[in-house]
């Protein structure tokens, strides 16, 4: 059984609909990255899988567990699934350990003495264990990106998700936030990526879904998908991201 | 010009400017205990609610303080309700700041990107924790200067208390006058000692600002 198993999902918003039958497996350890234009219903796609968005038909299971915005324990699936957003997230008025072990904390994950300790933990994990008494404010994006995914980390999610997770920073940041995914990555971590790198999407992904007008247009290895791309939107696209 | 005949009852005036303090900071804290409550149900979904807040706040920001003080002090024990003075007085100036709080909370509340209430469910919250720790704190701070402006309104505008023989400080000075017949030296005086407690509060919630919400600003 896949950890993610997404069967013919449909959404609509008004009267648009984003994603016209998605279906796509990921299995536990791996690394998928979905790319493709705006608009395609990548990010959509990831809410649904994190019951942000509820689907309109079809289903989502995750770990078996059939996903939908108003499952019973909702609130105990979300500390299993991470998602890490593009524009960061962090609660500006917390400081940097309160952020990650708010969560934690709250949910009875962890005691209250044990909480900076935690925090230390997966902050070293993304290379910032000195700003663990920073306000966000202080933090460049990249390090801002880092705490939200260390926040996460701090949940010991079985599966994390990314949302385009490198678009708001500047360029001479990105390289800090995907080292610290290529770590995770390498460390076993199931994720579901959806981004614009396509250097990062060819190095460090199991497999590559390219999603095109609401639909999984194409999949596989990065090797073939990017050198032999069977169908012209991917070809188009892969050039236009050159 | 003399002041001296002011000079014994100086305790009186103490006491009027107490009372006045005394009904300031009780309507006050009421007043924002309807505000946070009234800002939660308007962004709730019970609809029959959100209208009931809705006719409370329009109701009390559309009709005169004075009324609504009459209201209670007069019209009230008609009812069953008969309230003294002050009581009545602090009953009407609380509804009268809780409306006003209503819609500057709810301002702060809606200045809170739906990202950061979604990053909280994400993180595996409840509604109570994600309003309690997320929302609610930079939503104050949003919110603090025009709640603390309101404020110095209602410090001023508890001299209407006088008006149904409440001991406040305008009530006492009206005492005074009839007693001395110095009316610009009376009016005076009490003016300077609004001027003073209004202008102690600004610099106190100044203060309180600074050492409750010590986050930096966005940039």
């Excluded at chain 2, 009316?183 to 106190?204: G, H, P, Q, R, T």
């Amino acid at each position: 059984m896949a950890l993610v198993e997404i069967r013919d999902v449909h959404k609509t918003f008004g009267k648009v609909e984003v994603l016209k039958g998605v279906s796509l497996d990921v299995e536990e350890g791996e690394i998928v990255t979905i790319i493709g234009r705006s608009g395609s219903g990548k990010s959509t796609l990831l809410r649904c899988i994190n019951a942000l968005e509820s689907v309109d038909s079809g289903e989502i299971r995750v770990e078996g567990q059939k996903v939908h915005a108003r499952m019973p324990d909702l609130k105990k699936f979300r500390q299993r699934v991470g998602i890490v957003f593009q524009a960061f997230n962090l609660f500006p008025h917390l400081k940097v350990e309160r952020n990650i072990t708010l969560a934690p904390l709250l949910t009875g994950r962890i005691e209250k003495a044990k909480a900076r300790a935690l925090a230390a933990d997966v902050l070293t994990r993304v290379g910032l264990a000195d700003k663990i008494d920073a306000w966000p404010e202080q933090l460049s994006g990249g390090q801002q990106q880092r705490v939200a995914i260390a926040r996460c980390l701090a949940m010991a999610p079985h599966l994390m998700l990314f949302d385009e997770v490198t678009s708001a920073l500047d360029p001479e940041l990105v390289g800090e936030v995907l080292k610290v995914m290529e770590a995770m990555a390498k460390q076993g971590m199931t994720m579901i990526l959806v981004t614009h790198e396509m250097g990062f999407a060819r190095n460090v992904a199991n497999r590559i879904v390219f999603m095109h007008q609401g639909r999984v247009w194409e999949q596989g290895p990065p090797a073939k998908l990017f050198a032999n791309p069977e169908t012209p939107e991917l070809a188009s696209f892969i050039a236009s991201a050159k | 010009m003399n002041f001296l005949p002011l000079w014994r009852y100086q305790n009186q005036l103490i006491d009027g400017a107490i009372v006045t303090l005394e009904l300031t900071v009780i309507s006050a804290l009421a007043g924002l205990v309807i505000g946070i409550a009234g800002a939660v149900a308007l962004k709730g979904r019970i609809t029959p609610l959100r209208w009931l807040v809705r006719g409370y706040i329009e109701l009390f920001r559309n009709t005169p303080s004075l009324i609504q003080i009459f209201i209670v002090f007069f019209v009230l024990p008609n009812f069953g309700l008969k309230l003294p003075a002050f009581e009545a007085a602090a009953v009407a100036l609380s509804l009268y700041f809780g409306a006003y709080s209503v819609e500057i909370i709810r301002a702060g509340l809606d200045s809170i990107p739906r990202s950061q209430v979604e990053a909280g469910q994400c993180l595996g919250l409840s509604g109570w924790q994600v309003f309690r720790h997320i929302i609610l704190p930079p939503a104050l701070r949003n919110a603090y200067p025009a709640v603390t402006s309101q404020f110095v309104l209602l410090l001023l505008g508890t001299s209407l208390a006088s008006q149904v023989a409440a001991d406040e400080l305008f009530h006492v000075a009206g005492f005074i006058e009839s007693r001395t017949y110095r009316s610009f030296e009376v009016y005076a005086v009490i003016c300077a000692v609004y001027f003073a407690m209004a202008m102690s509060f600004k610099a106190l919630f100044a203060v309180i600002g600074l050492a409750a919400f010590r986050w930096p600003r966005r940039r």
